[in-house]
Structure formats: structure tokens, C-alpha cells
T-cell receptor, first 111, second 115 residues
Framework: RKEVEQDPGPFNVPEGATVAFNCTYS??????FFWYRQDCRKEPKLLMS???SGNEDGRFTAQLNRASQYISLLIRDSKLSDSATYLC????????????FGKGTTLSVSS | NAGVTQTPKFQVLKTGQSMTLQCAQD?????MSWYRQDPGMGLRLIHY???????DQGEVPNGYNVSRSTTEDFPLRLLSAAPSQTSVYFC??????????????FGSGTRLTVV
């Protein structure tokens, strides 16, 4: 089983739609959780950290369920500029604090 | 503030050649790492360093060497390039505290082709 699994998509949605991405991780010792965004042929950029209590940043909401080892990202009121690949990322002590990346979910927002 | 700087941005090598990919950060981050990204494979960790003088292997270390003589620099050496090393290479740095990783900043990448 892969350490971090994501639905690769693509998710094709119209502007203004709400879209949700899910991610599962296999190592229960994982301590830190993130969503990164990667545009085509660019480097990954940190979108937001994910906290146990859930957290929101504008149109983006991230949630963590440690019991189910599940992370989600909700994007409301999608914009054309949200089109990108979203990477689910975890880290755990046994990996030497390295970040382990999922393969990413591709989102395409159309007008 | 330059962040993480990688050079070169593009490189073509012949099989068997060696080269060094440079990575420098100016954020005083302890943690630095190298990833490669291939289609359908996602980002895979090659080597990482938790501080000057300390390096360790990641998921796919074979064919690569690293050293960390200063906090700022973390070069990646390809010893004898092979076509299987054709990839996009990303360097990243970040802060860790009490075994918690606070997220990475990535360089813009090096696109390497081995022919």
C-alpha cells in the first residue's frame, strides 16, 4: 500500500463549483499534514497545513481525521486560477521528518 | 529574499557523464532535501539533510551522492548518468522543530535529460 494515496482525477468543474479532494495515509505515526499546489511545469507550493481541528483559508478548507487516516481539501467557488494539481503530503518521524507526497489530484476549472 | 535557488534550470547529459546540481537557500533552514518527479510517479525523495554535516538516503538514492558542508548549500551529484535519471529534480528546504516539519519551500527545478 502506498504511503499517501489520492484520486488522480482529473476533476473537471465549472467556475463557481465546490470540489472536494480526499487523501488517505498509511502510517499512523504521521505527525504533520499539508496540501501543496503544483502548476504545470512549476515547483510545488505550500497551499495550507492541515490541523486536527480543521482549518480554513479563504475558499479553502482542510480537514484531518486521524482515526481514519484521512485528509480532505474543499475548494468553494472555484476560479479558473484554481486549475492545478493538488498534492497531499504527510510527514512522520520515522522518515527523518521528510515529507511524503501523494501523486496528486488534477483539477481543471472551466468557464 | 531569493528562497531556494537551483542551477541549472535545464541540462542534457550523455550516458556516463557526471554532473552536480546546485541548490542554495538563504532562509537558514536546517532541513534540505532532493526529490525527483517523474510522470505518474509523483515526487520521490532521493537524499535529505537535517543539518550541516548530516545526510541520509531517501526512497531512491542509487546513482546519486550528496554532501552538506554548509547550512546554505546542498548539491546533488550524479555519478554516471543513465537514461533512467531523466527527470525533473527539485530541491527543497524547511524548518523542523521537535520532530515536526513545518513545510518546505521548493526551488524552481532542474529538468535533466540523459541521452
Amino acid at each position: 500500500r502506498k504511503e499517501v494515496e489520492q484520486d488522480p482525477g482529473p476533476f473537471n468543474v465549472p467556475e463557481g463549483a465546490t470540489v472536494a479532494f480526499n487523501c488517505t495515509y498509511s502510517n499512523s505515526a504521521s505527525q504533520s499534514f499539508f496540501w501543496y499546489r503544483q502548476d504545470c511545469r512549476k515547483e510545488p507550493k505550500l497551499l495550507m497545513s492541515v490541523y486536527s481541528s480543521g482549518n480554513e483559508d479563504g475558499r479553502f478548507t482542510a480537514q484531518l481525521n486521524r482515526a481514519s487516516q484521512y485528509i480532505s481539501l474543499l475548494i468553494r467557488d472555484s476560479k479558473l486560477s484554481d486549475s492545478a494539481t493538488y498534492l497531499c503530503v504527510v510527514n512522520h518521524k520515522q522518515a527523518g521528518t521528510a515529507l511524503i507526497f501523494g501523486k496528486g489530484t488534477t483539477l481543471s476549472v472551466s468557464s | 529574499n531569493a528562497g531556494v535557488t537551483q542551477t541549472p534550470k535545464f541540462q542534457v547529459l550523455k550516458t556516463g557523464q557526471s554532473m552536480t546540481l546546485q541548490c542554495a537557500q538563504d532562509m537558514n533552514h536546517e532541513y534540505m532535501s532532493w526529490y525527483r518527479q517523474d510522470p505518474g510517479m509523483g515526487l520521490r525523495l532521493i537524499h535529505y539533510s537535517v543539518g550541516a554535516g548530516i545526510t541520509d538516503q531517501g526512497e531512491v538514492p542509487n546513482g546519486y551522492n550528496v554532501s552538506r558542508s554548509t547550512t546554505e548549500d546542498f548539491p546533488l551529484r550524479l555519478l554516471s548518468a543513465a537514461p533512467s535519471q531523466t527527470s525533473v529534480y527539485f530541491c527543497a528546504s524547511g524548518l523542523t522543530y521537535d520532530d515536526t516539519n513545518y513545510g518546505y519551500t521548493f526551488g524552481s527545478g532542474t529538468r535533466l535529460t540523459v541521452v
